[in-house]
């Protein structure tokens, strides 16, 4: 299938599309207000190709254009879309998740709700507490465990094991 | 040979391959005075490739970066026809050190003698104590953090750092493995917490998933490969190899390869060619060097090339907690180690053990999407209030297990996949054992105890089972596909790495582990390859003259 709809119409339901996957709140902004559909169309045209970004506004368009909806008619058609075709639907969330919170307006909202987070991982990285030997931090106070030596490796009864009466391909 | 191949000069020791043994070998050997020239498909990836300085980070490790070969198709790649998991690799300067999390454990004594305990898997013709000094020098030239003194393991010698800073994730999860008594330790890296050998001391970034810009983090790219080339050695990157040829006599001559950027075929004629590709590459490569001395592929009397391919058993569990972890910062995969089930207890229902490795979870947008375990956060009103509760209140519990080695798990060659340069490509078959399932499962049991351990609020188990119930793992160990033995009619090579059937190729990767142990493999790929290339290095006047392969 190949939709018809204009490249400006792409963008607008595109837009609402993401806004109904990431409507944004009292911290956080909604998807299309920091343009993370631009990214979504940028990297769908580039996984699937050109004619699936449209397709999959026509799909949204069943029936009655997508930006005609009111609010929770466009969650149910999502939630339909989710449904029917879950693959592409897992498309575009991923696409969309990935596109919003590597923008700098969402990393700062995260900033705001107390995270140390970066832009990007280099060139500040992080600190942490160094490694503390102190016994009950990061050393366990009453070291556990055991292994056995090269020379104490003898032969197990594992006649017992039903898991193994199934196997075919003994070794030894 | 080609006819129309251009004709390079002979060298002493041909390497196929870049990556953990492939560099050990060509430091040795062109260190030892020999002429060395190493073949490696891919290019070098410079520090700046890397993805950490853009803010689309997670995207690229999603797509061009993905360790997943079948996701990323760069031109280096090669395709992998498979139904049964999802292969990762890399393919360039450093092989698949470049991007992998530099986990440093050790294989313990017993999975050594996988044979003896139990028969299922077969014993190695060395034992832990022979690799013992192999695994020291290893850890001098990776340069390795961690602390002395765990009980699971033998005694060891020093690291060469301090061990990588914790924070709140591993101390969490450390105090849920003391309230079940069972055991811990700071993880051994090849991660570096202090300035070492010229490079940089580890700043906690987090993505080490993308490899590491810095140098922190061992890639043979560049621990290795300066100091090789430094002694000698000559690299040619971008020289996917074709097929190695033989004489009359069964003896390698050297190998056809494609320079890819000329679309040109060449001849590297050598002494002794050692093959160091993983274990995908390196049976593809033998397979489709067969020949009507060789109709089955190289080195394969035994009809054991290929075969007997491990993973290990692999699940994951996710576990939030109430009390923030910061999951984004700091080395991904280096918290803490239990040990705990390591050893074979036949009263859990199943022989061998596996471990579980606590790990982070990357940053915003994966943990949007459910991290490692797929507890994806709902669309929509939830949406955010969902990031709120688990953002940075995450930790991981990997789980690896010790999958038995089934002659029907095994790579041969595609009839219908081939790479950019017509080379047939790998087509692997793989299923869990019953008893690795079983394992597994226990395995995911117990994670889920630390989870109650720790007052979980959220807690999501990833067996890696598709939805029509198969099994589908990121296989990331490539192993036992020319294992070495001392019957050459069930394995590939001696205890050298030297196949029996054509005494001057040598095998120096994962391919030659008999039991894949339950840890990440590459400290153990990286001794024994420097063992046996130490060892081919000492006796070389005879090697590259040899017309039979020694049983010992």
Partial sequence: ?172 | MATNSLRHDPVDVLVIGSGMGGAVATRVLAEAGLKVVCLEQGPWTRPEDHPHFSPDWEWLRATSWSTAVNVRRLHQDYPIDTADEQTLMWNGVGGSTTVYTAVWLRFRPSDFRKGTEHGFQPDWPITYEDLELFYEQNDRDCGVSGLLGDPTMPPRGSFQTRPLAQGALTRVAARGFDKLNWHWWPMPSAIIAEDYDGRLACNYCGNCQSGCPRGSLCDVSMSHWPKAIAAGAELRTNSRVERIETDGSGRATGAVYIDRMTKTRHFQAADVVIVACNGIGTPRLLLNSSSPRFPDGLANSSGTVGRHLMHHGLALVEIWTEQPVESHKGTHSIGIVSEEFAETDPSRGFINGFTMQVVRANGAGYQALGSHSRNVSPWGREHHDWFRRHFGNVFGVFLMGDDLPLPQNRVTLSESLTDDDGIPAPQISYRLHPNDRKMMDFAIERAKDLARAVDSFDVKVNDYTTADGNYFPPSWHLLGTCRMGVDPSESVTNQWGQTWDVPNLYIMDGSLLPTGAAVNPTSTIGALALRNATHLGDTFAEARRATRTAAS
């Fill in chain 1, 1 to 172: 299938m190949t939709s018809h709809v204009s490249p400006p119409a792409v963008a607008a339901t595109l837009s609402a599309f993401i806004d109904v996957l990431l409507p944004g709140d009292d911290a956080f902004p909604p998807a299309s207000a920091v343009g993370a559909h631009g990214l979504v169309a940028d990297r769908v045209r580039n996984l699937l190709g050109g004619e699936a970004l449209a397709d999959f506004v026509g799909l949204l368009d069943d029936g009655q254009p997508f930006l005609d909806r009111p609010p929770h008619e466009r969650v149910e058609v999502v939630r339909r879309l989710e449904r029917n075709v879950p693959d592409h639907f897992d498309v575009f969330r991923t696409v969309a998740y990935y596109a919003y919170y590597q923008n700098p307006v969402v990393i700062a909202a995260i900033r705001v709700l107390g995270h140390d987070y970066n832009d990007a991982p280099q060139p500040r990285g992080y600190v942490l507490p160094p490694f503390d030997p102190t016994p009950g931090v990061d050393v366990p106070v009453v070291p556990r465990g055991w292994y056995k030596r090269t020379e104490d490796v003898v032969r197990l009864d594992v006649s017992g094991l039903s898991v193994l009466r199934q196997d075919q391909v003994k070794e030894a």
